[in-house]
């Protein structure tokens, strides 16, 4: 019987509820449709709160990949490593195994190679600032020598004009002295010569 648009046959709202609760099932969950859809950050954030997650072997293969996948923003190979490793252990048999198995050996290569780069830069940053310290020092050193070279440059300078004002007041000297002898070795007038 019909009332208007509604039907009355009785078990109607049963297969109503029935057919909504099976479409419900059949969607994907919100985590695989971020995840689908290239939402990152938000597949990243709903799976860190929602640890039911956990139980799912494919979620935990794409939550391991969101976070292993340098590039992304969401990458952070620490998480990752350890999403594969749970995935490997909790899940043995899963489909995924093999995939997160290789990528955890990539992975922990990444990290190997990330670490030699951040040591080898380190050492090099050491490097550079021993070296910039002591061309710091020679520029120092070279300063401190030219200030010194234009020091004794002047007092050179001083010691020869010095020089050269004795040589002349030597010169006048004997000039005035060969003048006395001249003067006292010449005979005077009403003066014996001796």
């Known amino acids: 019987m019909t009332i208007g648009s509604r039907s009355t046959t009785p078990g109607a709202g ?14 994907p969950p919100r985590f695989e449709q971020y995840v689908d859809a290239h939402r990152w950050s938000d597949a990243a954030e709903l799976f860190s709160a929602d640890t039911s997650l956990l ?19 969401t990458f952070d190979a620490t998480r990752a490593r350890d999403l594969y490793r749970r995935l ?36 090099l940053e050491a490097q550079i600032a021993q070296l910039t310290a002591r061309t710091r020092q020679l520029r120092a050193a070279l300063d ?11 007092a050179a300078a001083k010691l ?13 000297l004997r000039l005035e002295l ?11 007038p009403g003066r014996p010569p001796i």
């Open 55 to 73: 139980r799912n072997d494919r979620a935990v293969y794409e939550a391991a990949n969101l976070f292993g996948t340098p590039g992304l923003s």
């Open 14 to 27: 049963v297969l109503t509820l029935v057919l909504c609760l099976g479409l419900a099932a059949c969607a």
């Open 144 to 154: 401190s020598a030219n200030a010194l070279a234009d020091s004794t440059r002047h």
């Open 160 to 172: 020869e004009a010095d020089l050269r004002e004795r040589d002349d007041q030597l010169r006048a």
């Open 88 to 123: 490997l252990a909790s899940f043995p048999t899963s489909r995924y195994r093999q995939d997160a198995f290789e990528r955890l050996a990539l992975l922990e290569a990444l990290v190997r190679a990330r670490g030699e780069a951040t040591s080898q830069q380190q050492a």
């Open 178 to 188: 060969q003048q006395l002898k001249a003067i006292d070795l010449k005979p005077r």
